[in-house]
């Protein structure tokens, strides 16, 4: 193997791994061990769950109705594995179906495919099919309001590509992107890339971006979209977690991918769409499938294999069991309470960072009380992402995120926090 790939032994196969990530030691695994053991040994590892948590930063913990988890045991979809066979396969293709309807309607786009690995590896896939289609362009613009550990997975796929990625400030008053390029240069690049809400929480208007620039979106807290209208884009990715998934240690996940139809030869994943069977019924098959793993080699659009399709068909369920009005009630109660949290911790003293308008996550700034966060932290109260973590010039700043769960404690909380904060 070894030779086949032209490395002449394995410490030049594992070159590209910095050592210092290298474990220096065999791995140690017991057992076997009874899956009981197991089990309790796994629940040991984790940290104990917080009392109060307003964490976000592109996972988001909404609540999920009991009948998630027992439709998507059923047998008719149990498996997340490719259905190459849609004979066999009617019931999970018959989700793909709707995930897709779902995803083009929240979107606003004409049509949506049947799911990607995550938000961060479908934006970088949007920007991938944003060069194939304009392959004489040679500049990517992205917003430094883009997560930035999407904006790290995006790195890596464009390392090794001729592409110069020009990052686009954020106003220090508003929290909103500056497109401050000449709308020549925004229509001659490969793509735009914005995320609205961005990863401090304001919502993009677009105020200075070409409307006829090529435009990929990206959505972290995907249950905005119930309520705002969508980002102008050509291409719209994101991330599906806030529809019936866990936070589960990170992952996994689902993303989603919609853009336009005359666009769809060029578009990851896999389409699922309807026919007549040999009886003269409706049947559904898959429709395009341009991965690698359909013998597409070097010609596929996506070589992720993995479409999270377990991901999706929770998406699917949730979506269709809370409906539309359904959904946009929890996107209006997360709103309210990000709204009521927010006015409270600015009266307290604590400022919000930006003036640009929020939907459910915004930016707070502790330096009047820098260790009010970790006194609380101590408590289980974990009040928010310290940015300091991706942003050096940001100490003292958290990204605080709430949904329809701390709706009705907003009060109980606020009156915590003032309980433990310490006013000079």
């Not at 017991?30 to 964490?55: D, F, I």
């Not at 769809?264 to 559904?284: C, E, H, N, S, Y």
């Not at 260790?371 to 009040?383: C, N, S």
Request: charged share 20%; with cysteine; hydrophobic share 40%.
């Amino acid at each position: 193997m070894l030779a086949s790939v032209g490395a002449k032994d394995m410490e030049a196969l594992l070159h590209s791994i910095p050592p210092e990530v290298r474990m220096k030691r065999p791995l140690q695994i017991e057992g076997p061990l009874p899956e009981s053991t197991l089990l309790r040994r796994l629940e040991a590892l984790k940290a104990p769950e917080p009392r109060v948590s307003l964490l976000g930063g592109g996972l988001y913990r909404h609540e999920i109705p009991t009948p998630v988890d027992a439709l998507c045991g059923r047998s008719e979809w149990v498996t997340s594995y490719t259905p190459y066979q849609p004979e066999l396969a009617q019931g999970t293709l018959m989700m793909y179906f709707e995930f897709q309807t779902y995803l083009a309607a929240l979107t606003g786009q004409e049509i949506a495919n049947g799911g990607m690995y995550d938000g961060s590896t479908a934006c970088a896939e949007g920007v991938l099919m944003a060069m194939r289609l304009r392959d004489k362009a040679r500049c990517v613009y992205v917003s430094a309001g883009l997560h930035p550990e999407y904006r790290e997975v995006l790195d890596t796929f464009l390392k090794f590509h001729d592409v110069e990625i020009v990052t686009l400030p954020i106003d220090p008053s508003t929290g909103k992107t500056q497109f401050n390029v000449a709308s020549d240069r925004q229509d001659a690049a490969i793509a735009m890339v914005v995320q609205s809400p961005n990863f401090f929480g304001v919502i993009e208007d677009g105020v200075g971006l070409s409307p006829t620039a090529f435009v990929v979106s990206a959505c972290a807290e995907a249950m905005s979209l119930a309520v705002l209208k969508p980002f102008p884009s050509s291409i719209a990715t994101g991330e599906c977690q806030s529809f019936g998934i866990p936070m589960q240690l990170g992952g996994p996940t689902a993303g989603f991918f919609a853009t336009r139809k005359e666009f769809v030869r060029q578009m990851p994943g896999r389409l699922v769409g309807k026919t007549i069977d040999a009886d003269g019924k409706d049947a559904l098959c898959i429709t395009l499938a341009t991965r690698e793993q359909f013998i597409r080699r070097e010609k596929a659009t996506s070589n992720i294999c993995t479409a999270s399709g377990l991901m999706c068909l929770r998406t699917t369920t949730y979506l269709s069991l809370m409906g539309r009005s359904g959904v946009q009630e929890i996107a209006i109660k997360s709103a309210k309470a990000a709204q009521a949290m927010a006015h409270g911790l600015s009266a307290l003293g604590f400022p919000i960072v930006f003036s640009g308008e929020y939907f459910n996550e915004f930016v707070v700034d502790f330096s009047r009380d820098p260790e009010l966060p970790k006194r609380l932290e101590e408590m289980g109260f974990l009040l928010g992402i310290p940015l300091e973590r991706w942003f050096a010039d940001r100490r003292n700043q958290r990204l605080i995120a709430l949904t329809e769960i701390h709706y009705p404690d907003v009060d109980r909380l606020l009156e915590e926090v003032r309980t433990h904060a310490r006013h000079h």
